[in-house]
C-alpha cells in the first residue's frame, strides 16, 4: 500500500491547488481525481485573476502539471471509501487500490441538481446560468428570465440588474414571489415554467401555460449536492448550508472537519466560492498542513 503525508481528494480548483501547495512546501501528497468538475459546462473561468477567460479544462491541465512539477502525484480514480487507520487514514480508489495518508483534505466539490425541463440542460453553462459574477458580463444587456425555484430568485433578480435592465421573473409557483417582485417594479410571469425554448441551439424563450415569453438568458438557482459517500466511512455527513442553497460539509474558518486530520476547501464546504475563492481557501488549509509537519519536525525540547 503507497503512503503519503497528505490525501487530497478531488483535483479541481481547490484540491490541485492544495496540491500545489503541499508540494512546494515538500510535503508527499497526492491528488485524487474523479474528472468531473463542477464548471465541466461552462466554456470559460473568468474573476480569476491573471486566467480570466481561459477554458476549465485547460486550467485544471495547467495546475495538474504544476502539482507534478513539483514532485506531487496525480492520480485518475474516483475514492469510494475512506476510513480512519491506526494515526491516519486509508482510502480506496475505484474499489480496490488502498492509499494511507497522514491527513486527508476533502475537495470533491459539489453537483448541481437541474430542473428537468426540456431544454435547459442543453444550455446549461452558456445561456442557462445561475452566477452574475462568473457569467454576467457575457450576458450582460440580454432579456434576462430568473427562473424561480426557490425564494433566491428575487435575490438573483435584483443582482442581475446590474448587468441588464431587462430582467422578469418567472414566479414558477414559488408563493409569494410575484408579489414581492412587483413591490421592486420587476416585471413578472406567473405559472408553471414548462420549456427552455432554443431556436438555432440558443436560447429564445421560457415556455409558460403554452406561451413562449422571449428571453435569451435564463437565470436559475439550483440546489446543490455532496456527491462523496466514502464520507461516511470517517464519520462526517453532508448538512444544510445555512443559505438553503443545497448541501455543504461543514468545516471552521480554517477548513477543519469535525473529524480530526480530515479538512475541507473549496465548494464542498463553501457552495457559492468561485474558482479564485475555493483555490484560497484550499491553499490556506495547506499551508496550515505544512505548518503542522514542520513542527513535528522540529519538536520542542
Known amino acids: 500500500m503507497d503512503d503519503f503525508d497528505v490525501i487530497v481528494i478531488g483535483g479541481g480548483a481547490a484540491g490541485l491547488s492544495a496540491g500545489l ?6 510535503v508527499a501528497v497526492l491528488v485524487v481525481d474523479a474528472g468531473a468538475p463542477r464548471n465541466a459546462p461552462a466554456g470559460e473561468v473568468h474573476g480569476l485573476f491573471g486566467r480570466d477567460g481561459t477554458p476549465p479544462a485547460e486550467l485544471l491541465a495547467r495546475g495538474r502539471d504544476e502539482v507534478r512539477g513539483y514532485g506531487g502525484t496525480v492520480l485518475d480514480g474516483t475514492v469510494t471509501d475512506a476510513r480512519a487507520a491506526g494515526d491516519g487514514f486509508v482510502v480506496t480508489v475505484d474499489g480496490g487500490r488502498r492509499i494511507g495518508a497522514r491527513r486527508l483534505i476533502v475537495a470533491t466539490g459539489l453537483v448541481d441538481d437541474l430542473p428537468d425541463l426540456p431544454g435547459l440542460r442543453e444550455r446549461w453553462g452558456s445561456e442557462v446560468v445561475h452566477c452574475p459574477f462568473c457569467h454576467g458580463w457575457e450576458v450582460r444587456d440580454t432579456a434576462i428570465g430568473v427562473l424561480a425555484l426557490s425564494e433566491r430568485a428575487l435575490h438573483q433578480a435584483l443582482l442581475f440588474h446590474q448587468w441588464s435592465p431587462d430582467v422578469t421573473v418567472f414566479a414558477n409557483g414559488q408563493p409569494g414571489l410575484a408579489e414581492q417582485a412587483a413591490e421592486r417594479g420587476i416585471p413578472v410571469v406567473e405559472g408553471a415554467v414548462e420549456a427552455v425554448e432554443l431556436r ?12 413562449v415569453h422571449p428571453v435569451e438568458t435564463v437565470v436559475i438557482g439550483p440546489r446543490s449536492r455532496i456527491d462523496a459517500p466514502f464520507l461516511a466511512g470517517l464519520g462526517l455527513a453532508a448538512a444544510e448550508h ?15 472537519t469535525a473529524v480530526p486530520g480530515v479538512w475541507a476547501a473549496g465548494n464542498v464546504t463553501d457552495p457559492s466560492a468561485q474558482v479564485g475563492m475555493a483555490a484560497a481557501s484550499a491553499a490556506l488549509v495547506a499551508a496550515q498542513l505544512a505548518m503542522e509537519f514542520a513542527l513535528e519536525k522540529v519538536p520542542r525540547r
Request: net charge positive.
Open 200 to 211: 438555432d441551439g440558443r436560447v429564445a424563450g421560457l415556455r409558460v401555460a403554452g406561451t
Open 21 to 26: 501547495m503541499l508540494a512546494r512546501a515538500r
Open 242 to 256: 445555512p443559505a438553503g442553497i443545497g448541501e455543504h460539509l461543514p468545516a471552521d474558518a480554517q477548513g477543519r
